[in-house]
Structures are given as C-alpha cells and as structure tokens.
C-alpha cells in the first residue's frame, strides 16, 4: 500500500468533519431533492436504475437485454439497442424545436468570440460529417483530432460519431512523439489539426508538431487543418487541406449512421503503468446514458444553464462535461481557448459574469493557482448566476475547497468533487447538491454505482482506513476494452480484486460513508490534474545517450499538485552538469510535451531496485520527503 504522502489521515478525520448543508433554494431546485432516499432506491436494484435512466435517451431500437456478463469482464449494455451519440447531442434538439437555443459559446485569449446556436451547430457537423464520407471515411474507421480548444473540435468529433468512425482525440499540449504513437496505435487514417493556438500570448505552432508526426505515420491519408490564428504554416498540397475548403460546397444535411449500442464511438489514450498508453475504448449506448444521467444530477441542470467545464477536449473530463454532456441536456457549453490569467488573474471571474455562467466545473490546480493571486480579484465579481461548482481531476484540498466555497460560490453554491477516471467515462463519486458536504471530500457513489475500500485480499477495511478504492457492480458508460490489447483491458481491471473493477486509486471511507481520495497506488502520476505515467517519463530520459538509467516520482507541489524529481543515473566519465540538467529536461518536454514538468533532477549511482530489478519509487519517494520507509523486504 502506498503511502498517504499529499494529506494526513488522522488530521482530516480530526478537522474535516464538518458539514455543509444545501440551501433551501438549492434544495427546493435540485433534480434529486432527496439524497439518501434516491441512492437507496437505486442501490436496490442498479441494473433498473440505469435501464430508467437509458429513458432520458432517444434510440431508434429498443434494447431486449439491459446488461449482458456471459464474457465477463467485455460487459455489454443495451443489447439490441440502436441509437447515435451525436444524434441525441444535436439532432434530437433540432427535431425538439429548439435549433435556436445556444450550444457553444467560444472564446479566445484575445477575446475573440464565437457562437453557435444547435441549429448552427449541427449544420456545420453534417458538412463536415458529408465531407469525411467524400474522402471515404466510413463506420469502424479512426480519426485522429490533434486541436485547440476550438468549436472545430466539438464539429469535428460529432461528425465522426455521425458517420459511425472513432474519434481519437490526443491533447494538443502533447509532443509530435506522443501524437505519433497515438496515430499509429489507433491506425488513424486522416488527422485532423489546427495552424495553431494562443498561450499566454504566444502562438503555438500545431501544425508543425502535427507534420513531424504524420511525416512516420503511413496510415495517414489527408490532414485537414483549421485556420485559427492565421499563423504562417507550411503546407503540403497533395496531403493537406483547410477545414473551411473541406466542407465548403457540402449539404447542410446528411444521412446519420444509426448505431449498435455497444459499436465503439471513440478512443481516448491514457497514461498506464507501463510506457505504453492505454487506448479506453467507449460506446455509443452506455456512453451517453451514463453521461447523460450525471451532468443532469449532479449539476442539476433543467435545459437552459450556461455551464462551463474548464478542462480541454483533449482529456475525458472535456469529451464527457465540456462536448456531450452538455450537448446532450441541451444546455449552453463555454469553450475557453486560453489560460486563466491573461490579461489580469480575474479572467476566469469575468467570464463567468459576462456569460452568465451557472455552472462552474474546474480543477484543484486551478483553484490553488487562483488563491495565490489573493482575494482581491474574485471580490471584484459578485458571479451572481452560479448556482453550482464542480471539482475534477486530483483530490482537493480542504484549503482550497473552502477559498472556492467561500469566495467564488460566495456559500451559496454547493462544490460537486467529482471523482471518477478516463475509463470510467462518467463521474462515479460525487455529491449531488441536495448532499451535505464536507471539505475535500468526494462525499458517496452516484446513484447506482456500488464502491469501496479493500485490502489486497478484497477484503472490506474499516471506517478511517486507507486501501484500494473499487467498484463492485457494472455501469454503462464503463470502458469496453483497451483498443486493440482486450489482455491488458482484463488484467488491469479486473484481476486484482476478484469479481470488482480495480480503479488504481487508495482511498477510505469515514464513519459516514464518505470517501476521501489518496491518490494513485500505481506509477501514475498526476500533475496539475493530467495523467502521465512514470514509466512515459523514465524512457523519455533514457532516450538520450548519456543516460543509463532514471528512475521519477511525483513530490508535492502547492500549485500542481504534483510535479516531476527525475534520479538519473549517467553512463561512465558524463559528468552531471547543470547544463546536462538543462538538456535532459528539454529533451523530456520534447517527447511528452509540456505537461511532464521536471521540477528537479538528481543525477545518482545507483536506484534503489527490488530483487527482480524493478525501481523501488516509493522508496525513492519517502527518502526525498523524509517519511519512513515502509516494507522493503524486497530491497536489495
Ligand atoms: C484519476 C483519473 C476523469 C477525471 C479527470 C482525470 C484522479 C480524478 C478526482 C477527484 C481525487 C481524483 C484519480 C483518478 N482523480 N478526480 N475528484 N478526487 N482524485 O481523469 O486522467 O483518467 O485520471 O484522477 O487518481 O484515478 P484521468
């Protein structure tokens, strides 16, 4: 069992008791008025609650069986059913009248703004979706988006879905490296991409990243490129065309592919324990109900909110809470292209003022970088419109949960910490707002979803002790299988604890029930709430000639939450300069892109190894932090 590094056991059980109840005005609003009852109901029967809720859905077909376990653990859902994610995210709406009513509110670093109503919006996919038919994309077929985070995305990954082809969206902060592993492992055959993107003011070449990437993909047939800030960028004409000429003479109409419930609708990679990322498989059916039920429960939402999910499209949290959820309940979603402090570090505030925002879903990261900047700026800005706040990504603070309760929701707005994973598709441990709160913690499982605490053996561990947080039934926006590698699916899910998903993470339960997340069992790390796997890191560093060796960890950091130490062992007469320290961590940024931050590295002789050679990180760990050692029997 890891040890419990970025908080305290014993002084959160002491101090983080306290409650926070709902308002009579949250309570006489939510979606679920009664807490404790709906999750009671639910639990009873998990199989029926998730059939009800597959009812807020429109499926072409109804399905004849709810959940199949004959070929445990490639659970299936809905078998039977047709239906189309992006059919119930746009169409349904246009076919409900409401084709007037805002779906994208866009915005830029330099305050450039863009708006798109669900008619607009869905004109502009079934364009785009007839012109990826035209160059004979078809169902089954892989598409790789590489983008900012830019309506194109959202036209362009509803398009896929319409047409039955995967999406396989890879973040635009990652490296040409990463993109190219990510294409080849999913056989993409066109990339999607942009000119480029904005960052604190400076221009982000994407499209030259994009280019180094393709140029070792022969499975790539054509790039279609969205001009987004003009910035001057080569162009191959045989391979190459601009998004606006790709859908420019193209029906506004189109013929939807109408899907299996269980026929895949995209990929998404993820960092795992190995260097190689995991590509989590999810469906159309499943998907969208398990999406669906959330967002509407556990950000309340009627059908007219301005809701505003702060993560980019390139990660779950964006695909689930920023795309198809929002797109799904009908609501207004705000894309902001850009980072939060620019040009005053109340940005994020005047946003939310100048929107009208109702939702606000966010990250600790981002909350942590928001307090260092002091209360002056969010006490410029009533925010009046919030009515909900949500927390993703890592565990949160009891500090900074209080700064976002307090001085952003102003104690009116219940905060919504939202623990759930790429695999999981959907949030699966969360208040709702009808529940009492306590700071930092992710509070119970959403309603038919049953988790809990084990030691190694699977055995239930009391109240305020920590072990390996599971879940016990089956939910329908789960991961089907990891793309291409169905051994790896079973083995990292399903084989270590018998009969339950292993979700990698430890946990425990107080005498409440509550959960309280510890962080990763596993050789993940997690910084600034983004996934990356030590061994990703570990290779990036041996890749250059004067390394043997390097073993990485993640150490506390204020801000991100983690950030990287490298111990790097160098060949024979390399002596371990500053400048070597420069190089390496270059070379680092330059294979996995800007995410893996290297806070420090210390050039050693030796790793600490255990008998079958593998590092000991987490003794690396507690010597660099001072904390006892635990079992290192298998030292050598
Ligand atoms: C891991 C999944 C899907 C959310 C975005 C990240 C950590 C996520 C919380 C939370 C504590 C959290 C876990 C999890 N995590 N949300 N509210 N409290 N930890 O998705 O990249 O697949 O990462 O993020 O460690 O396993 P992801």
Redesign the pocket.
Known sequence: MSKNITRDLTEVLQTEQKKYYPSKKILKNANVPDYEKTLKTANKDTVKFWEKAAEDLIWFKKWNKVLDKKNKPFYKWFVGGKCNLAYNALDRHIEEGKGNKLAIIWEDETGKTKKYTYQALYEEVNKMANALRGIGIKKGDRVAIYMPNIPEIAISMLACLKIGAMHSVVYAGFSAGALEGRIKDARAKILITADGSFRRGKIIDLKKIADEAVKKCKTIKKVIVVKNNQAKIKFNKRRDIWFHDFIKDQSIETKLTKMDAEDPAFVLY??GTTSKPKGVVHVHGGYSVGVLRTIKWVFDLKGDEIFWCT?DPG???GHSYIIYGPLMAGVTTVMYEGVPDIPTPDRVWKIIEKYNVNVFYTAPTLIRAMMRYGLKWPKKHKMKSLRILG??????NPEAWKWFYNHVGKRRCPIM????????GMNM??PLPSAPLKAGS?CKPFPGIIADVVDKNGKKVPAGKGGYLIIKNQWPSMIRTIYRNPKRYKKTYWSQVKNAYF???VAFKDSDGYFW?Q??TDD?L?IA???IGTAEVESAFVSHKSVVEAGVIGIPDNIKGEVIKAFVILKKNVKGTEALKKTLKKLVRKTLGPIAVIADIEFVEKLPKTRSGKIMRRVLKAKELGLPLGDTSSLV
């Open positions: 993820t960092s993560a990660w779950i949290t927390s993703v990504g890592e565990p949160i910490d939202t623990w759930w994973q790429t695999e999981t441990i969360t992710a979700t990698g993470d997340i962080g990763r993940v997690k709430g983004h996934r």
